[in-house]
């Protein structure tokens, strides 16, 4: 018995958790690869067939699927549970070119891909699909990139201090304006005519912190801003501020400031001159 829960999903990619209860030693028929395709193993193991080829996979050793190829499972061992990514052909070609392409179809999951894999699904289980997500998933598939793929790809490409810096500063710009593309890490790379890849990768070599990092920054400023003037609502807050919700919001101040959304309210409202109110009474903010 197979079943599959979408985690995520965008235009480019999909990402899925995929639960196997089997148990036999007989293969299954052969089906075709439709896209692209990351598998990852949580916990178990499995048997796969493609090109003539078998290979037993595990928490150690992933597989990467190709648009057109023919594969068969096998599971003699029990269930198993796997992430899926789904990588739509677009996508693929900007971090692995156009070259010879996958020169093998295993990868093998060291310690630190192990951890990607994690922070990946921690970061789809958090709500921020569109910068969080895309940015785990961005490094997890170079990483795959380069163990499968021979010669040189766009995503190990060189890059340049300058070329980083100016990248660097039209991004904050369109984030700090709000423009429309930037609402996704996706469309503000398309906006700047550079692959969501190199765009990723170049906040951290310019400021020291992930893209992901510096749009909550500014957000969070926003947000601060508005707890100062005296907002009541956090659900209001989150909706304005593009937050998922208003978990969303409070797991994000937590995780940079400490605290509650709340508790900050209450403590920039000390800072009022003396005998000035601050806006509301407080009860809708929780």
């Known amino acids: 018995m197979l079943s599959a829960e979408l985690v995520a999903r965008r235009t480019d990619f999909d990402l899925s958790t995929v639960a196997c209860r089997s148990d036999h030693t007989r293969w299954s028929a052969p089906e075709v ?16 067939r493609s090109a003539g080829s078998t290979v037993d996979l595990d928490p150690s050793l992933a597989y990467l699927g190709t648009p057109g190829e023919e594969e068969s499972f096998a599971h003699p061992s029990g269930g198993d549970h ?15 070119g156009d070259g010879p392409g996958v020169t093998t179809g295993t990868v093998y999951v060291d310690p630190a891909l192990d951890l990607a894999h994690r922070r990946l699904l921690a970061a789809a289980g958090s709500g921020d699909i569109d ?22 790809t766009p995503s190990a490409g060189d890059s340049t201090a300058s070329r980083d810096r100016a990248l660097v500063a039209a991004a904050r710009e369109a984030i700090s304006d709000e423009h429309p593309s930037s609402a996704t890490l996706f469309s503000l790379a398309e906006l700047l005519g550079a692959s969501p890849y190199r765009l990723s990768r170049a906040f951290p070599r310019e400021l020291g912190v992930s893209v992901t990092h510096y749009r ?30 208003q978990a969303h919001l409070t797991r994000t101040f937590r995780r940079h400031l400490g605290d509650t959304p709340t508790a900050l309210r209450r403590l ?19």
Do not use: K, M
């Open 82 to 96: 796997c992430t899926s990514i789904n990588v739509a052909p677009a996508l693929w070609r900007s971090l692995a």
């Open 33 to 48: 690869c439709g896209t692209y395709r990351v598998v990852l193993v949580r916990r178990g193991r499995f048997r796969r």
């Open 131 to 152: 910068y969080a997500t895309v940015e785990e998933l961005l490094a997890l598939l170079a990483t795959a990139v380069a163990r499968t793929v021979s010669g040189p």
């Open 268 to 286: 920039l409202a000390q800072d009022l001159p003396p005998g000035q109110p601050t806006q509301g009474t407080g009860a809708a903010i929780a």
């Open 216 to 245: 909550h920054r500014v957000r969070i400023g926003r947000a601060l801003d508005r707890l100062e003037a005296g907002e009541t609502s956090l659900s209001t807050l989150a909706a304005d501020l593009g937050y998922a919700d």
